[in-house]
C-alpha cells in the first residue's frame, strides 16, 4: 500500500504545517471553504486535531510525499467519522481511493471494537462519493437540506458507511430501502 499515515502533533511539532496547510488550501465543498490561521488555531485548541473523541494525521505517499490530513472524529464511539482533505495538487489524480481504502484499513486493523466506519459530504462533492463508491462503501443516508451553505440554498448532506464484515470479506453487504411498504 503505497499510502500511510503518521500522527500529528497539533499543538507542538505540528501546529505551523497545519496552520499553514489548513489556511493556505481551499476546500469548496466543507461548510468552511476557507479558513483563517485564527480559526484553524481556535479548532486546535477546542481539540478538533486531538482529545478523546478526535485524532490527526498526515497523509503521507511513497512516492509522492505528504498529500494531506486526514481528521478522525467520533473515536469514544465505535463508529468513527473521518474528515481527509488532500493538498490541492493532489487533487483530480484519483488518489482519494488509495488514501481511502488505506485510512479504512487503518482503522479497522487498528481499533477492534470499531464495528463501523462512516462518512459524510456534501452532494455535490462528485469526486468524494465516487471515492466511496469505488472502495466499497454503502450510501447509507441522503439529508436533504443537511449541509448548510454560506450564503445560499443548503444542500443535501450524503451520508457512507462500511461494515467491518465488509471490510474483512470485500463484499458490501446491502440492505431493503423500501423495507416497509406503504
Ligand atoms: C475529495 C477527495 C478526497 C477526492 O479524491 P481525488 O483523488 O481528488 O478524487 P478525483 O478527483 O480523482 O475523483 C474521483 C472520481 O470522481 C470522478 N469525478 C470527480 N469530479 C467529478 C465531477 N465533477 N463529475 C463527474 N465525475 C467526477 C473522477 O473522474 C474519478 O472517477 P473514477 O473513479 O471513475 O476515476 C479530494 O479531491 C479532496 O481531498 N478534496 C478536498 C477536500 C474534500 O472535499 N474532502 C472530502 C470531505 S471528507
Known sequence: MPVSFTRLDPSGDDHDALVEF???NEFPFHVHPRR?????????DKGAYR???????????RDL???GVLRL???????PLFDLRLDTPFRGRGLGVDVLQAVTDHVFATMPTVKRFEGQTREDNIAMRRTFMRCGWLKEAHYREGWPV?????????AYGILRRDWETGETTTFDW?????
Open 36 to 44: 483563517s490561521a485564527a480559526e484553524v488555531d481556535a479548532a486546535i
Open 178 to 182: 423500501d423495507d416497509l411498504p406503504a
Open 73 to 79: 472524529e467520533d473515536l469514544s464511539d465505535d463508529a
Open 150 to 158: 454560506d450564503g445560499g440554498t443548503p444542500l443535501a448532506s450524503v
Open 22 to 24: 489548513m489556511t493556505r
Open 51 to 61: 482529545d478523546e473523541d478526535n485524532d490527526s494525521f498526515w497523509v503521507d505517499h
Open 65 to 67: 510525499g505528504r498529500l
